[in-house]
């Protein structure tokens, strides 16, 4: 049977920047083992399948793929999904609207302003607030798999870090831009650094290409089937618990621009807001704009 899809750039208002998405939207009928036929044929880092919500209060249920596994939660699929969710609703009219989208990982608030013909605005609050889930890997061991000398891991009071806030990522800071654009993962080095099922390596470092940017970051999930990804929200979302664990915030709302996809031709920008509250953190929300870039049909 025919089903729509379309393609979209996510985490910038441009296309042909940001990271690309595939969103099936007549999803339907299909299980899940050809949900992830169709995500290995769109080859991108994650493909969406938008489902009836299983609460009619929600806008839609997510089901979210990357090349290699489905994903309980991903930021890109959830700003461009809701971007395109609202354009299709609003007709390319300007103007803002709110919904739930259910994802695995829970039910996710989106809250969505169109600017145009096939192209808005859309922030989330993360349904899970990040946890820290293991012990930061070893400097040098971490150096090796990247590519990089020890000493050019950390930076201030960062050092290598494991925060989820619904997908596990293993934090590295490096100390410059010239580090941060040199790291390669080794294969064999980054498997044995990394190890066990979650491969997901989100490097960063507080010297930026753009003025009024706050962190450059790098993206590595060979284990997911994504060399790089240019723009990943939940890592940014389990980056708040690295700003929790290693920044002096006090309490209030703290602001953040990550720019990621750089290295890649792809730039991107990712914003990230948190609220601390009695020194905790007490919500984090992500968000970034889209634009659509292709639709057709798939005859399957």
């Known amino acids: 049977m025919p089903r729509r899809f379309f393609t979209l750039d996510v985490f910038t208002r441009q296309a042909l920047a940001g990271n690309p998405l595939a969103v099936l939207l007549d999803a339907e009928g299909l299980d899940t083992a050809r ?82 013909e096939g192209r808005g605005y859309a922030r989330f609050r993360v349904p899970r607030l990040p946890e820290i889930w293991g012990e930061g890997r070893d400097p040098a061991e971490v150096g090796w798999s990247l590519g990089l ?69 790098r993206m590595f999930a060979p284990s997911l089937g994504i060399p790089e990804d240019p723009a990943t929200g939940s890592a940014v979302a389990g980056f708040a618990g690295v700003l929790m664990q290693f920044e002096p915030l006090g309490d209030g709302e703290h602001s953040f621009l990550i720019e990621q996809g750089y290295e890649m031709g792809r730039p991107s920008e990712i914003a990230l807001q948190i609220v601390i509250e009695n020194g905790a953190l007490a919500s984090a929300e992500i968000g970034g704009g889209a634009v659509v870039v292709s639709e057709g049909t798939l005859r399957l």
């Open 35 to 116: 949900m992830q036929a169709i995500a290995n044929e769109f080859n991108l880092s994650e493909t969406v399948f938008v489902l009836p919500p299983e609460n009619e209060r929600h806008r839609a249920a997510l089901r979210i793929f990357t090349p290699g596994r489905e994903l309980p939660f991903a930021g890109h699929p959830t700003v461009g999904t809701a971007v395109l969710l609202a354009v299709e609703n609003g007709g390319g009219a300007t103007s803002s609207m709110a919904f739930g989208l259910e994802e695995k990982v829970g039910v996710v608030p989106c809250v969505v302003e169109i600017e145009g």
């Open 149 to 217: 000398d020890p000493a050019e891991i950390g930076f201030d009071r960062h050092r290598p870090s494991r925060h989820s806030a619904g997908v596990p990522f293993d934090f590295v800071p490096v100390a410059s831009l010239d580090a941060i654009g040199r790291a390669r993962p080794n294969a064999e080095a980054f498997a044995k650094a990394f190890g066990g099922d979650h491969q997901s390596v989100f490097v960063y470092t507080r010297k930026t290409t753009r003025g009024g940017h706050h962190f450059h970051a």
